[in-house]
């Protein structure tokens, strides 16, 4: 992955609620320890649309203060592509920029801009208060994604997913539920799960794997995103970051995930799929470069 170092970063689409938005935005070395690690009885909704913590009440989300972060990722600073925040926003941009024009072009449904905060430790949401363990997540209830990034030490240290494209990737699966709920899947899916309480974890694992494919397509159209201006963001992705997505997928799937915990593979418990569905929806996202080449609910 080639980041245009030129490519202006609109930081107005983080609110950094970590410690007043500075004191935790030194970069954050990949071979760190992240504050996820200590949480291992919630592992399962890593990298998740966080079903069981969308469904807390109560809470609010806050302001954050993007003050320092602005100052951080500004082109005045060369060093700004080595910070794990300023990588993170450019990602985010480069997401919203894609489903801006998809969105309407493939669905027929206007877009409409999700910030991503960054918290350190815990954050309240409109989907209630939530800490650095249940990983990075999307709330529906106020349309913004949460994360932690010492999530990303977790995942590279504790799930075997270290490489750079990992974390895009991360942050296309959780803008996948946004999608989602612009088109009104989410909703369906809920109450097809109220319906058929018996079978909610496997449109639970449907809602997940589409998560998946819809990364994959923004992957496919990363390197054709532009900044306010209209320069690239990405000069080029390459088939060493789609490896790192995949090995991402993979390192999160159900089965990856029960076998680290040290149970035995149990399929009826799924809630995201294995490791092998989580690649081929991913691939196949990658590989048609279009959201309607994921329809994982079937015909």
């Known amino acids: 992955m080639d980041i245009n170092e030129d490519a202006q970063i609109d930081t107005d689409q983080i609110s950094d609620q970590r410690s007043g938005g500075g004191l935790a935005g030194l970069p954050i070395p990949i071979g760190g320890r992240g504050l996820v690690g200590t949480i291992i009885t919630i592992v399962a909704l890593l990298v998740g649309g966080g079903f069981g913590f969308n469904a807390m009440t109560g809470g609010s989300g806050q302001e954050g203060d993007n003050s320092t972060l602005r100052e951080a990722c500004s082109t005045a600073n060369p060093n700004r592509f080595e910070r794990t925040d300023c990588r993170n926003a450019l990602y985010v941009n480069s997401i919203q920029d894609y489903w801006r024009d998809a969105l309407p072009q493939t669905f027929g449904a206007r877009y409409r801009q999700a910030r991503t905060v960054f918290f350190a430790q815990a954050v309240n949401t409109g989907c209630g208060a939530a800490d650095s363990g249940v990983g990075p997540f999307y709330c529906p ?17 504790r799930f075997g997913a270290p490489g750079a ?3 895009p990737y991360v942050l296309a699966h959780e803008y996948g539920h946004h ?21 909610a974890n496997a449109y639970s694992v449907a809602l997940e794997l589409q998560a998946d494919c819809f990364a994959g397509v923004w992957t496919r159209h990363a390197a054709e995103t532009t900044d ?14 789609i490896q790192q997505a995949l090995q991402a997928a993979a390192a999160v799937g159900d089965d990856a995930i029960q076998r ?15 490791s092998a569905q989580r690649q ?7 590989q048609n470069g279009d959201g309607r080449a994921c329809n994982t609910f079937g015909s």
Not at 186 to 198: E, I, L, T
Not at 230 to 236: E, K, M
Not at 260 to 272: C, I, L, Y
């Open 141 to 157: 209830a106020d349309s913004q994604i949460y994360i932690d990034l010492t999530f990303y030490d977790e995942l590279a240290n």
């Open 165 to 167: 494209f990992a974390q």
């Open 179 to 199: 999608i989602q709920n612009l088109l009104g899947t989410s909703d369906q899916v809920r109450r097809a799960q109220q319906r058929d309480p018996s079978n």
């Open 228 to 241: 306010a201006s209209g320069r690239p963001l990405f000069t080029r992705i390459t088939q060493q970051d």
């Open 260 to 274: 680290r915990a040290g149970g035995a593979v149990n399929e009826s418990q799924f809630t995201h799929g294995s």
């Open 280 to 286: 081929q929806w991913f691939t196949r996202g990658f």
